[in-house]
């Protein structure tokens, strides 16, 4: 196919495959795209015609691509985000008058502590934008990029997808909460001995910090797991549980009092915080504006550069 060929092409038949890819369902599909069932099995018959391939077999309730599907995502994929990026160069963003959509992932840590001042900043700027928020966290970050679900994340980040980027935004480390009104701060034994509670996004019983006191030859106690930060220091409150937090969520939770924060009685790394986004949205001029504000209020001056 030549350039010219290329006028009979409709745009739209490949965003549907590169959903379909994503989805591996029309249903999804229809649902992310916004359009009806009837419309996402049109196209992709069409899309069938054009590449002369059935692109997607039906096995179980999911649609598996077959190789030539592999092979022509590998190759339009970067081509879509290059027409994207080369189309939202050229439009300009006001702040001020936008009525865009923002769709970012936040942790729960960073939803909680940091999320709030980044609002009031948004909305002293860009009283008309919409803020679409989804929970997040390592895992479910690589797949929320590469769908478009979202176009930029905070969160600690392993794996991502080809095309994101990443920056960090600060390095953490964890601080003790209590709730306690016992003098001075919290000898190793007593923290071992001492019920402990943990924010897991799994359910999990254990974090890093176990593997940290497992080189001691030490371990404690986890008797409560929560899903989320909110509500943690109502229940620390009149208890001798204790907790380990990012320092930026501990700052938030100390400041409506009732509890105290010291440093933890072991040594442990410290952890970078990252922002992240699609490649495809590197230049666009209102994300770019978005990211600059997710760093004046997520990151730390020296650090957010």
């Given at each position: 196919?030549?350039?010219n060929?290329l006028r009979?092409?409709?745009?739209?038949?490949l965003?549907?495959?590169?959903t379909?890819m994503?989805e591996?369902s029309v249903?999804r599909?229809?649902e992310?795209l916004?359009?009806g069932?009837?419309?996402i099995?049109?196209?992709l018959s069409?899309l069938?015609?054009?590449?002369?391939?059935?692109?997607?077999?039906r096995?179980?309730?999911?649609?598996?691509?077959t190789?030539?599907?592999?092979?022509i995502?590998?190759l339009l994929?970067p081509?879509?985000?290059s027409?994207?990026?080369?189309?939202?160069r050229?439009?300009?963003?006001?702040?001020a008058?936008?009525k865009?959509?923002?769709?970012i992932g936040?942790s729960?840590?960073v939803?909680f502590?940091?999320l709030?001042p980044?609002l009031r900043?948004?909305?002293?700027?860009?009283p008309g934008?919409?803020?679409?928020?989804?929970?997040?966290?390592?895992l479910l970050m690589?797949q929320l990029?590469?769908?478009?679900e979202i176009?930029?994340?905070?969160s600690y980040?392993e794996e991502?997808p080809a095309n994101?980027k990443?920056k960090?935004l600060?390095?953490t480390?964890?601080?003790l909460l209590?709730?306690?009104?016992?003098?001075?701060p919290?000898?190793?034994?007593e923290?071992?001995k001492r019920?402990?509670?943990?924010v897991?996004f799994?359910?999990d019983?254990?974090g890093?910090?176990?593997?940290?006191?497992?080189k001691?030859?030490?371990q404690?106690r986890?008797?409560?797991?929560?899903?989320?930060?909110n509500?943690l220091?109502?229940l620390?409150a009149?208890?001798?549980l204790?907790?380990?937090?990012?320092d930026?969520?501990?700052?938030?939770?100390t400041?409506?009092?009732?509890?105290r924060s010291e440093?933890?009685?072991?040594e442990?790394?410290?952890?970078?915080?990252?922002?992240?986004w699609?490649?495809?949205?590197?230049?666009?001029p209102?994300?770019?504006?978005?990211?600059s504000?997710?760093?004046?209020?997520?990151g730390?001056?020296e650090?957010a550069r």
């Amino acid at each position: 196919m030549n350039r010219n060929d290329l006028r009979r092409l409709d745009l739209n038949l490949l965003i549907v495959f590169e959903t379909l890819m994503h989805e591996r369902s029309v249903t999804r599909a229809a649902e992310k795209l916004f359009l009806g069932q009837p419309a996402i099995s049109a196209a992709l018959s069409r899309l069938r015609t054009l590449f002369d391939d059935p692109l997607f077999v039906r096995t179980g309730r999911t649609m598996e691509p077959t190789t030539r599907a592999q092979e022509i995502f590998t190759l339009l994929s970067p081509a879509l985000d290059s027409i994207s990026t080369a189309v939202s160069r050229a439009a300009d963003f006001h702040p001020a008058t936008s009525k865009a959509v923002f769709r970012i992932g936040l942790s729960d840590d960073v939803e909680f502590a940091l999320l709030p001042p980044l609002l009031r900043r948004l909305r002293t700027e860009a009283p008309g934008i919409q803020l679409v928020v989804r929970r997040t966290n390592y895992l479910l970050m690589p797949q929320l990029l590469a769908s478009g679900e979202i176009s930029v994340g905070v969160s600690y980040t392993e794996e991502l997808p080809a095309n994101a980027k990443r920056k960090v935004l600060r390095r953490t480390h964890p601080r003790l909460l209590r709730a306690d009104a016992i003098p001075g701060p919290l000898a190793l034994d007593e923290y071992c001995k001492r019920p402990h509670a943990l924010v897991s996004f799994a359910g999990d019983l254990s974090g890093f910090i176990d593997g940290e006191l497992a080189k001691l030859g030490r371990q404690r106690r986890v008797v409560l797991a929560v899903p989320q930060f909110n509500g943690l220091g109502a229940l620390l409150a009149g208890t001798d549980l204790v907790a380990s937090v990012p320092d930026y969520t501990a700052a938030v939770l100390t400041a409506v009092g009732g509890l105290r924060s010291e440093p933890l009685p072991l040594e442990t790394p410290s952890f970078e915080l990252h922002m992240v986004w699609r490649g495809a949205q590197d230049n666009d001029p209102a994300e770019r504006w978005l990211r600059s504000r997710i760093q004046m209020f997520c990151g730390v001056p020296e650090i957010a550069r």
